[in-house]
T-cell receptor, first 114, second 111 residues
Framework: NAGVMQNPRHLVRRRGQEARLRCSPMKGHSHVYWYRQLPEEGLKFMVY????????ESGMPKERFSAEFPKEGPSILRIQQVVRGDSAAYFC????????????FGNGTRLTVT | QKEVEQNSGPLSVPEGAIASLNCTYS??????FFWYRQYSGKSPELIMS????GDKEDGRFTAQLNKASQYVSLLIRDSQPSDSATYLC???????????FGTGTRLQVFP
């Protein structure tokens, strides 16, 4: 399967724990995007990365959230000290070249904070 | 003004009819426009991309772009119940690689 791979599909964390969401882009894609979607709401841009670089993190909360896309391995979205308001679906998408090429989405990670 | 605006719906059309979905955007410099379909509980899937003014057809789908009016639309001909989903409009912003999504329009096609 050469699609965007996200794991885990479902993640349950207690308040105060850390959540790590992983994303492997499609083969040949070097641009990775993370979006958050609350129930019955649209996709909210969080961060855009290329290998080893954060290009645009204007949608990321200033505290507790971080993202990386190392030279080797998947992109990681990390949420420290989770709160109930972090419960959402987190989608990763990748594209080949950026602005002119469409995004291809993974199946998402559903985070539930109890 | 929101960067990308869509009517949330629901838009209800009978089977076989044409469904018309609309989207406006605020940035005159936007160059790339996309329509995605999202079924409940699933991830968005790409339907169409359009970059130039005018119409682009792909099967039962036609995307229309009018940059002067900052307006992009999606027409679905011969609507089927399986087309019932939320349709998301996405636009690149400020001549960047950042893609911003509208909140989506929920389409219901009834038999």
């Amino acid at each position: 399967n050469a699609g965007v791979m996200q794991n885990p599909r479902h993640l349950v964390r207690r308040r105060g724990q850390e959540a790590r969401l992983r994303c492997s882009p499609m083969k040949g894609h070097s641009h990775v995007y993370w979006y958050r979607q609350l129930p019955e709401e649209g996709l909210k841009f969080m961060v855009y990365l290329q290998k080893e670089n954060i290009i645009d993190e204007s949608g990321m909360p200033k505290e507790r959230f971080s993202a990386e896309f190392p030279k080797e391995g998947p992109s990681i979205l990390r949420i420290q000290q989770v709160v109930r308001g972090d419960s959402a679906a987190y989608f990763c998408a990748s594209s080949r070249t950026g602005r002119d090429s469409p995004l291809h989405f993974g199946n998402g990670t559903r985070l539930t904070v109890t | 003004q929101k960067e990308v605006e869509q009517n949330s719906g629901p838009l209800s059309v009978p089977e076989g009819a044409i469904a018309s979905l609309n989207c406006t955007y605020s940035d005159r410099g936007s160059q790339s426009f996309f329509w995605y379909r999202q079924y409940s509980g699933k991830s968005p899937e790409l339907i169409m991309s359009i970059y130039s003014n005018g119409d682009k057809e792909d099967g039962r789908f036609t995307a229309q772009l009018n940059k002067a009016s900052q307006y992009v639309s999606l027409l679905i001909r011969d609507s089927q119940p399986s087309d019932s989903a939320t349709y998301l409009c996405a636009v690149n912003i400020n001549n960047t690689d950042k893609l911003i999504f509208g909140t989506g329009t929920r389409l219901q096609v009834f038999p």
